[in-house]
């Protein structure tokens, strides 16, 4: 939540010529409320399990850069399915940050607690774990524009694709 998933997520399906999904708006489309609103009548499990079915819906595609929630991780099987049809990237900023982007966010329903900014510092206390254990390319992202991180991810895909070709080549240099 407020790491830039969005607007870098933007960024880099144009710097690939991939299409772009973010998750939240794809349920916001589908049902024609905001999320705020499906997390006051279904609560967050309601709104984990629309997550996860777009999720599942969407992994078969290719060609595709998505944004997800922040919370994906929190569910094994999302984990396993972003692992088996894509490259996660972990978008990993620091709390003061995150607090800055967040501070005066109204649409945020986690965030809609007696003390906003301790609510950021537990979930990412709860979550570095499980995003640390996710991804394929952890990203420290301080004060770099969304333009310079979606670079930066290009060219780690670039060289995770090398990686992954040479990994592939058997004693006799071929790809297997």
């Not at 939540?1 to 349920?27: A, C, H, P, W, Y």
């Given at each position: 939540?407020?790491?830039?998933?969005?607007?870098?997520?933007?960024?880099?399906s144009?710097?690939?010529?991939?299409?772009f999904?973010?998750?939240?708006?794809?349920?916001i489309e589908?049902?024609?409320?905001t999320?705020?609103?499906?997390?006051?009548?279904?609560?967050?499990?309601?709104?984990?399990?629309r997550e996860?079915?777009?999720?599942?819906?969407?992994s078969?595609m290719?060609?595709?850069?998505?944004?997800?929630?922040?919370?994906?991780v929190?569910?094994?099987e999302?984990?396993e399915?972003?692992?088996?049809?894509?490259t996660?990237?972990?978008?990993?900023?620091?709390?003061?940050?995150?607090w800055?982007?967040?501070?005066?966010?109204?649409h945020?329903?986690?965030?809609?607690?007696?003390?906003?900014?301790d609510?950021?510092?537990q979930?990412?206390?709860?979550r570095?774990?499980?995003?640390?254990?996710?991804?394929?390319?952890?990203?420290?992202v301080?004060?770099?524009s969304?333009?310079r991180?979606?670079?930066r991810?290009?060219?780690?895909?670039?060289l995770?694709?090398?990686?992954?070709?040479?990994?592939?080549?058997?004693?006799?240099?071929l790809?297997?």
């Amino acid at each position: 939540m407020g790491s830039g998933k969005t607007t870098v997520g933007r960024k880099l399906s144009n710097l690939l010529g991939f299409e772009f999904i973010d998750i939240d708006q794809v349920l916001i489309e589908r049902t024609g409320v905001t999320i705020s609103h499906i997390f006051e009548v279904e609560g967050e499990q309601g709104f984990r399990d629309r997550e996860s079915r777009i999720l599942k819906e969407i992994s078969a595609m290719s060609n595709i850069v998505v944004s997800t929630g922040g919370g994906i991780v929190i569910r094994d099987e999302n984990c396993e399915l972003m692992h088996d049809s894509g490259t996660i990237v972990y978008l990993d900023v620091p709390i003061r940050i995150l607090w800055n982007r967040l501070k005066d966010c109204q649409h945020r329903p986690l965030l809609d607690v007696e003390n906003p900014r301790d609510k950021v510092v537990q979930l990412m206390r709860e979550r570095t774990p499980l995003y640390l254990k996710s991804a394929d390319i952890h990203l420290k992202v301080a004060s770099d524009s969304a333009n310079r991180t979606a670079k930066r991810i290009q060219q780690r895909l670039k060289l995770a694709q090398v990686e992954k070709s040479n990994d592939q080549r058997d004693d006799t240099g071929l790809i297997a």
